[in-house]
């Protein structure tokens, strides 16, 4: 069992940054595979980042040169800075993670880009 704690969602005006982390526990070793999806109302829940446990990492391409991805292994925790922000990068952004075959999900955080 994998738990997804999120934080770092919040209100950011157009071409602001904000930095979201989420933390991983449970009975874990090693998480392969960790990443950041979001959902936008009326919309499906999209890829935004992932990145594995080697570092090989890869991004829509709504947010390629925007956004970026980290991890720390050590701590199973996975951040996504976003810079320049825009107001159609409103969403909920949830945390995922693959394990043992199984995708775990955070409870999600949202994140508002509006002035």
């Known amino acids: 069992q994998v738990q997804l704690v999120e934080s770092g969602g919040g209100l950011v005006q157009p071409g602001g940054s904000l930095r979201l982390s989420c933390a991983a526990s449970g009975n874990i070793f090693s998480i392969n595979a960790m990443g950041w999806y979001r959902q936008a109302p009326g919309k499906q829940r999209e890829l935004v980042a992932r990145i594995t446990s080697t570092g090989t990492t890869n991004y829509a391409d709504s947010v390629k040169g925007r956004f970026t991805i980290s991890r720390d292994n050590a701590k199973n925790t996975v951040y996504l800075q976003m810079n320049s922000l825009k107001p159609e990068d409103t969403a909920v952004y949830y945390c995922?993670?693959?394990?043992?075959?199984?995708?775990?999900w955070g409870q999600g955080t949202q994140v508002t880009v509006s002035s």
């Open positions: 995922n993670a693959f394990y043992i075959g199984i995708n775990y």
